[in-house]
């Protein structure tokens, strides 16, 4: 077992397929939910080629450029299947940045739901083929095959950790929070309640959510985070063998701008770290078979990384969102019988998790962050845009002679 200290940064990728302006008129007529104008908020091309030039192309010429450097230096990443399909389709180039750093054979790619869905907590089935799906894309794109599992918008719980464990998987992560970890430490390696083989790394949310939602706050008491003060932070820990680094690769430059310093932030990291030769980086992989599990994390009610709370609210928390998604799953038996592969994946797209997120009606803490991500004016018109295409989900299977 490994007597070093590791960083492990995981960094998450991921758009969705945006709902275009769409009405009730439209349903019937226009089964193009996807596809808006371009110069539009909703425009999903437009989208991604300014988050690329932001933030994706940017954040991968510096990790070639510090894996390159830094022998020692690894990472984790997800990708979702509908990033990915983006990518091939409207910015080829920044696909092959991302493959230019996975060859490095140092970044290791987390299995998840190809539509970054919450099927896993509506059906079972559904998930699985969502994961084959994503496990599919990876192999065909980067050539390897993930081992370790991270679940849509970090969320976990007992039931999904037995779930991952019983599919092979050697590793699986959730946020590290005050509440589930009681006296515990997110900076160890931990058996997930009921399992056998597979750990769990917990996300330390405090130093995580320093770069990835403080860094550019310069109402911050800590404002400006330079590279030092964070290792003295990390270095606090010095008793404990891990330090959890989870964020969306979007913090860097495109929720963290370039001109606050982010890129420079991250650049000099591998250095500072390494400057003591006991540290390291790992992937979670690596992480997990590297060190033994302090104690057994049971967490029966369901964790994510959002919000104050740290539940689904963020997605299930008001009618629109819960009979939305009801209404959503309640089509896949008919969606599947129909063999129709377009309607499938229309289906497929509705479920990405966003779709609700831009739904939510909460404020205070949590409000502006949720706005921030929306392409729309208001949830109400988020959730008008989505019920306009489920109706005319059922008007295509109706089409089909498939009664709902």
């Known amino acids: 077992m490994s007597e070093s200290r590791a960083i492990v940064l995981y960094l998450h990728v991921h758009q969705p397929f945006r709902i275009r302006h769409y009405t009730i008129f439209d349903a019937g007529q226009e089964h193009n939910y996807f596809d808006a104008p371009s110069g539009s908020k909703e425009n999903n091309a437009d989208v991604l080629r300014k988050v690329a030039a932001k933030s994706y192309l940017p954040t991968n010429e510096r990790l070639l450029r510090m894996l390159n450097h830094n022998p020692k230096f ?17 910015a080829p180039e920044v696909l092959e940045s991302f493959k230019h750093v996975v060859a490095t054979g140092r970044v290791e790619i987390v299995a998840e739901t190809y539509h970054h869905s919450l099927a896993f907590f509506y059906s079972r089935d559904e998930f699985e083929a969502q994961v084959r799906m994503h496990r599919e ?40 929070w005050d509440p589930v970890m009681g006296w515990r430490s997110p900076n160890f390696l931990y058996k997930p309640y009921g399992t056998n083989n597979i750990r769990l790394l917990t996300k330390n949310y405090k130093l995580s959510d320093d770069v990835a939602f403080r860094f550019s706050n310069q109402h911050w008491q800590e404002y400006p985070l330079t590279t030092e003060k964070f290792m003295n932070w990390a270095n606090a820990s010095w008793d404990q063998p891990l330090l959890n680094l989870f964020m969306d690769y979007e913090t860097f430059g495109e929720h963290q701008w370039e001109d606050s310093g982010i890129f420079n932030f991250l650049e000099h990291l591998p250095k500072a770290w390494l400057q003591n030769q006991e540290h390291t980086f790992m992937t979670i992989s690596e992480a997990s078979e590297s060190f033994e599990p302090v104690d057994e994390l049971d967490i029966p009610n369901t964790i994510t990384w959002a919000d104050t709370e740290r539940d689904l609210t963020a997605w299930l928390g008001n009618k629109m969102q819960q009979g939305a998604i009801s209404s959503l799953y309640a089509l ?19 479920q990405t998790s966003d779709h609700f997120y831009y739904m939510c009606t909460k404020w205070w803490s949590d409000g502006d962050v949720h706005a921030y991500f929306s392409p729309y004016e208001t949830p109400y018109v988020a959730y008008m845009n989505f019920m306009n295409a489920w109706h005319d989900l059922k008007f295509r299977l109706a089409e089909k002679g498939i009664e709902v």
């Open 137 to 176: 894309i990876v192999e065909r794109i980067f050539g390897v095959t993930p081992t370790a599992f991270r679940n849509t918008e970090l969320s976990y719980n007992n039931e999904l950790a037995s779930w991952a464990d019983q599919a092979g998987y050697k590793a699986i992560i959730c946020e590290g």
């Open 74 to 90: 690894k990472l984790s990443m997800s990708i979702t299947g509908t990033v990915l399909e983006q990518l091939e389709a409207y």
């Open 332 to 350: 896949e038996a008919p969606i599947l019988a129909s063999n129709d592969l377009k309607l499938i994946e229309d289906w497929r797209r509705l």
